[in-house]
């Protein structure tokens, strides 16, 4: 089994910037391919990022120059640095993992979810 816990939501102005880590737990070498979604009240679920293990990177085409998605491997910890956030970036955002080759897209359903944490950005 795999624990994903996110940690390093908030409140913050447009324009503004915030961090997301995402703490893997568990058997980690089974994970392949990990990334962050969100989901805003009323909307459905979107794939922000995703990393697999050689460390290629895909993004959605709105988070496109503003997120940066990474992986320390020793910690087994996945970031997200969030840059030049927007009031349409206010959502929950979760961590997923997969263990299945080839890496899941971000439309695609994955193993191992976290908890969430909140990223509100105000006007």
């Known amino acids: 089994q795999v624990q994903l816990v996110e940690s390093g939501g908030g409140s913050v102005q447009a324009g503004g910037s915030l961090r997301l880590s995402c703490a893997a737990y568990?058997?980690?070498?089974?994970?392949?391919?990990m990334a962050w979604f969100r989901q805003a009240p009323g909307k459905e679920r979107e794939g922000v990022a995703r990393?697999?293990?050689?460390?290629?990177?895909t993004y959605t085409d709105s988070v496109k120059g503003r997120f940066t998605i990474s992986k320390d491997n020793a910690k087994d910890i996945l970031y997200l640095q969030m840059n030049s956030l927007k009031p349409e970036d206010t959502a929950m955002f979760y961590c997923?993992?997969?263990?299945?080759?080839?890496?899941?897209?971000?439309?695609?359903?994955?193993?191992?979810w976290g908890q969430g944490t909140q990223v509100t950005v105000s006007s």
């Open positions: 568990g058997y980690t070498y089974l994970l392949y391919c």
């Open positions: 997923a993992a997969d263990s299945r080759r080839p890496c899941r897209s971000l439309l695609d359903t994955y193993n191992y």
């Open positions: 990393i697999d293990s050689d460390g290629t990177v």
